[in-house]
């Protein structure tokens, strides 16, 4: 089995940016949480990370091509405007889980808007790092 996880814009900032909203681990850290997931499974799992709206649909036509079974992602910021990273999740027939960190509900009023979630499976929000090990557990359950 092979999951792809991809992490937008500002995520490798992790451990550096608004601690008090994304907590103190840094991005080397959920890559380590990822790669023990992934032993643990018995899966593989492919890590992306870009601050470039290109470079990440880019990535997800890559998946089709590359024995991806199903999606994880975090856009962090274009998760509330990218229509072309939508547009590009919807072309891909597989789960496909959106997560966030944060709670974005309890926050800034542009953060409860997500373009992406409706062509997406499923979302996490709030439940901060585990929402990515929460979302490897539902693809695995998925597939
Ligand atoms: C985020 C929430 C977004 O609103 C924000 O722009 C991010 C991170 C989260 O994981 O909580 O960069 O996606």
Redesign the pocket.
């Given at each position: 089995m092979k999951v792809l996880v991809i992490n937008?814009?500002?995520?490798n900032f992790l451990g550096i940016r608004e601690k008090t909203i994304?907590g103190n681990q840094d991005f080397k850290y959920l890559l380590s949480l990822l790669s023990e997931k992934a032993e643990k499974e018995n899966i593989t799992i492919d890590t992306f990370q870009s601050n470039s709206e290109g470079a990440i649909i880019d990535r997800i036509q890559e998946a089709y091509f590359d024995g991806t079974q199903g999606i994880i992602i975090?856009?962090?910021?274009f998760?509330?405007y990218s229509y072309a990273i939508r547009d590009a999740l919807a072309t891909m027939d597989m789960p496909k889980i959106e997560?966030?960190?944060?709670n974005?509900h309890k926050?800034e009023e542009f953060?409860h808007v997500s373009v992406t979630a409706p062509v997406c499976t499923g979302q996490i929000v709030g439940l901060g790092l585990s929402g990515y090990i929460l979302a490897v557990d539902a693809i695995i359950s998925m597939l």
């Amino acid at each position: 089995m092979k999951v792809l996880v991809i992490n937008g814009p500002n995520l490798n900032f992790l451990g550096i940016r608004e601690k008090t909203i994304y907590g103190n681990q840094d991005f080397k850290y959920l890559l380590s949480l990822l790669s023990e997931k992934a032993e643990k499974e018995n899966i593989t799992i492919d890590t992306f990370q870009s601050n470039s709206e290109g470079a990440i649909i880019d990535r997800i036509q890559e998946a089709y091509f590359d024995g991806t079974q199903g999606i994880i992602i975090n856009p962090g910021a274009f998760t509330h405007y990218s229509y072309a990273i939508r547009d590009a999740l919807a072309t891909m027939d597989m789960p496909k889980i959106e997560v966030h960190i944060s709670n974005v509900h309890k926050r800034e009023e542009f953060r409860h808007v997500s373009v992406t979630a409706p062509v997406c499976t499923g979302q996490i929000v709030g439940l901060g790092l585990s929402g990515y090990i929460l979302a490897v557990d539902a693809i695995i359950s998925m597939l």
